[in-house]
């Protein structure tokens, strides 16, 4: 079954970090570029960071610049995004998707809150 | 980064036709904004309806249609059905980077 599964959310303070992972199946992973999004409660979609099938070009929103790093692992058909020095404004639904649009994971939510 | 902006809600009747838009703060949408409309029902995932302005996935249905309108991107939706009431999403590329619109809230009554 072609797919992605998010993991990783969770509950944490400001100022940590946590790390998201995708795991994708069903397709050739190493093919796509890949995105992260996520979604605020009570707010809209918002296009997190993408990367390009090699890992060589990342690009970033400006609000999560120098704080979350986005990589994958193609051997093991996965995506990551690793996020520091969160903020409350962090906290929302992450979505990992095939940049192209076509696919999208279920989400995974991150809390941020002490 | 740019600003896409989009009607934050529109209302229209079962049957009837709507038009959804999307700007730019950069000026004009064209075609190398790659615009994709997504649909987003509550408690899903986004479902890309248009890619690349105007092309459709085989799971788009034939009512919706993607073009490029007065320097905006469009969305028309002819013969609006009640499972379209759901929120819209507009995404622009720009060189690499990519932002969303923020939404319309398209109520079907």
């Known amino acids: 079954e072609v797919q992605l599964v998010e993991s990783g959310g969770g509950l944490v303070q400001p100022g940590g970090s946590l790390r998201l992972s995708c795991a994708a199946s069903g397709f050739m992973f190493s093919s796509y570029w890949m995105t992260w999004a996520r979604r605020a409660p009570g707010k809209g979609l918002e296009w997190v960071a993408n990367i390009n099938q090699d890992g060589s070009q990342k690009y970033y929103v400006d609000s999560v610049k120098g704080r979350f790093t986005i990589s994958r692992d193609n051997a093991k058909s996965s995506l990551y995004v690793q996020m520091n020095s969160l903020r409350a404004e962090d906290t929302a639904v992450y979505y990992c998707?095939?940049?192209?649009?076509?696919?999208w994971g279920q989400g995974t939510l991150v809390t941020v809150s002490s | 980064q740019a600003v896409v902006t989009q009607e934050p809600s529109l209302t229209v009747s079962p049957g009837g036709t709507v038009t959804l838009t999307c700007g730019s703060s950069t000026g004009a949408v064209t075609g190398g904004h790659h615009c994709y409309w997504f649909q987003q029902k509550p408690g899903q995932a986004p479902r890309t309806l248009i890619y690349?302005?105007?092309n459709k996935h085989s799971w788009t249905p034939a009512r919706f249609s993607g073009s490029l309108l007065g320097g905006k991107a469009a969305l028309t939706l002819s013969g609006a059905q009640p499972e379209d009431e759901a929120e819209y999403y507009c995404l622009l590329s720009y060189s690499g980077h990519k932002v969303f619109g923020g939404g319309t809230k398209l109520t079907v009554l």
């Open positions: 690349d302005t105007s």
């Open positions: 998707a095939r940049d192209d649009g076509t696919l």
